[in-house]
């Protein structure tokens, strides 16, 4: 069976300030991984996901997150937030390119200015 | 594509009451899935359809929850009766890979 970890519910920043949300997985197969942005009063999107090659992932807003086997974890990075960037972050595992995900339990991120 | 279109996007209804939430999913995605969030317990997968047959729905609470999927384009989550509990925000998404598309959700308020 596979799980989500998402180490920090809340993760308060100043704008401009560089942030990590962190995610560790567990699983017995190989991983596809996924973060998804959910802002107030709005549906889950996709912001970036992991499916095989490069480890380091580029996704929109300038988030980017690194696949690490080895710690099982899928980091998710930003060198400078702004407010706008304040919303609930999902980490997701998913041992199929198709069918369901498990998800974390959601990190808050909140922008202060 | 319009995305997933989730209706109504509020209901407010009395306890014991039949609630039916409805989602038309992404045209060409093969998989439907309905959630429930709260402050309380977060993100819950309640069920999910492949190819329009219920494939795991293990989530769904109890019986007074039922979902059905009668064609590609068409999905229903009904409680009957409702129950203050029950309120939340539903979410319906659809995939064809591994990408969830989420539809804006209903919020659902049971007095």
């Known amino acids: 069976a596979q799980s989500v970890t998402q180490l920090d519910s809340q993760v308060p920043v100043f704008e401009e300030a560089p942030v990590e949300l962190r995610c560790n997985y567990s699983?017995?197969?190989?991983?596809?991984l996924f973060w998804y942005v959910q802002y107030p009063n709005q549906g889950l999107q996709l912001l970036l996901k992991y499916l095989s090659g490069s480890t380091l992932v580029k996704g929109i807003n300038g988030f980017e997150a690194e696949f690490n086997k080895s710690q099982t974890s899928f980091h998710l990075r930003k060198p400078s937030v702004h407010i706008s960037d304040t919303a609930e972050y999902f980490c997701?595992?998913?041992?199929?390119?198709?069918?369901?995900?498990?998800f974390g339990d959601g990190t808050t991120l909140t922008v202060k200015p | 594509d319009a995305g997933v279109i989730q209706s109504p996007r509020h209901e407010v209804t009395e306890m014991g009451q039949e609630v039916t939430l409805r989602c038309k999913p992404i045209?060409?995605?093969?998989?439907l899935f309905w959630y429930r969030q709260t402050m309380m317990r977060g993100l819950e997968l309640l069920i999910y359809f492949n190819n329009n047959v219920p494939i795991d729905d293990s989530g769904m609470p109890e019986d007074r929850f039922s979902a059905k999927m009668p064609n590609a384009s068409f999905s229903t989550l009904k409680i009957q009766p409702s129950e203050p509990r029950d309120s939340a925000v539903y979410f319906c998404?659809?995939?064809?890979?591994?990408?969830?598309?989420f539809g804006p959700g209903t919020r659902l308020t049971v007095l």
């Open positions: 997701a595992v998913s041992e199929t390119n198709a069918g369901k995900s498990t």
């Open positions: 699983s017995s197969v190989s991983v596809y």
């Open positions: 045209s060409g995605h093969d998989y």
């Open positions: 998404a659809s995939s064809r890979t591994g990408t969830q598309y």
